[in-house]
């Protein structure tokens, strides 16, 4: 067997959701937490040291799925053709399996997604897109990346084929360790902050805070904006696993 698998470049994803878009309109998914690729955007660090990141994440199709392994009905099964992870629909039954979504709690990287909360929603996740492979055709996602953030192929090639360019990675900051699964995915993490035009933090502060002679000052002193407290930006972590279905909306939404 041939692994196929992905390629992706944290430097050049600006989060335009464009492939997750692409996914859901290919394979037809109406539920809004039904995303076979997730588009995550987190903040860190406070100012003057801020830095935006962001994840676009399918399924890695894994060496070791954990969730096939998790599943007591083996719905889940790794096909031979590519190297893909895929759910027999016909078999994954939750109400007579009685599996408590342990597929789900088995994957690392949250890529088994619901239709809903109900305890009985059957398992759905990333195909690779193999309707598409067996036409010659590449994965919706890549083809619609505007950015070229995305690429697929044998994993092996997309291993030689970048690594002769970047330092390539299995787990980007914040990430699950790949170890255990050994995901067919290979990435390329943003590029270091660089300072190109000089500016002083501390003047740009005080410029900030003034409103006016008749307006109060927007805070109060530096420590207001430098001791940010976790409440005050709502997404400051990766969360892969979202624990319902809203907050697989909001982590994943260009809309909170």
């Known amino acids: 067997m041939i692994q196929y698998g992905f390629f992706f470049d944290q430097s050049r994803c600006i989060g335009c959701r464009i492939c997750?878009?692409?996914?859901?309109?290919?394979?037809?998914?109406?539920?809004?937490?039904?995303?076979y690729m997730r588009v995550y955007e987190w903040e860190k660090g406070v100012f003057p040291n801020i830095r935006v990141h962001y994840l676009a994440i399918q399924c890695y199709h894994?060496?070791?799925?954990?969730?096939?392994?998790?599943?007591?009905?083996?719905?889940?099964?790794?096909?031979?053709?590519?190297?893909?992870?895929?759910?027999?629909?016909?078999?994954?039954?939750?109400?007579?399996?009685k599996c408590n979504r342990?597929?789900?709690?088995?994957?690392?990287?949250?890529?088994?997604?619901?239709?809903?909360?109900?305890?009985?929603?059957?398992?759905?996740?990333?195909?690779?897109?193999?309707?598409?492979?067996r036409q010659g055709l590449a994965p919706i996602c890549v083809l619609s990346c505007p950015t070229r953030a995305l690429d697929f192929g044998p994993i092996n090639e997309i291993k030689e084929k970048y690594g002769k360019k970047f330092r390539l990675t299995q787990q980007l900051e914040d990430m699950p360790s790949p170890e255990e699964v050994k995901p067919a995915v290979y990435m390329k993490a943003h590029n270091p902050k660089k300072l190109i035009v000089p500016?002083?933090?501390?003047?740009?502060?005080?410029?900030?805070?003034?409103?006016?002679?008749?307006?109060?000052?927007?805070?109060?002193?530096?420590?207001?904006?430098?001791?940010?407290?976790?409440?005050?930006?709502?997404?400051?972590?990766l969360v892969l696993k979202a624990k319902n279905s809203e907050e697989l909306i909001y982590y994943t939404s260009d809309s909170n």
């Open 20 to 35: 997750s878009v692409a996914c859901r309109k290919w394979n037809k998914l109406t539920a809004p937490s039904l995303k």
């Open 62 to 97: 894994c060496e070791n799925p954990l969730c096939a392994n998790a599943c007591p009905g083996k719905a889940i099964y790794k096909e031979e053709e590519y190297g893909a992870v895929l759910i027999n629909e016909e078999i994954c039954n939750p109400a007579i399996l």
């Open 102 to 133: 342990a597929c789900w709690e088995a994957c690392p990287y949250g890529s088994i997604v619901f239709a809903s909360d109900d305890a009985d929603e059957k398992a759905r996740k990333c195909t690779m897109c193999i309707d598409r492979l």
């Open 199 to 237: 500016w002083d933090p501390k003047k740009t502060l005080e410029l900030w805070r003034k409103r006016g002679s008749n307006l109060p000052p927007i805070f109060e002193s530096e420590e207001d904006v430098r001791n940010v407290k976790a409440t005050k930006v709502g997404r400051d972590k």
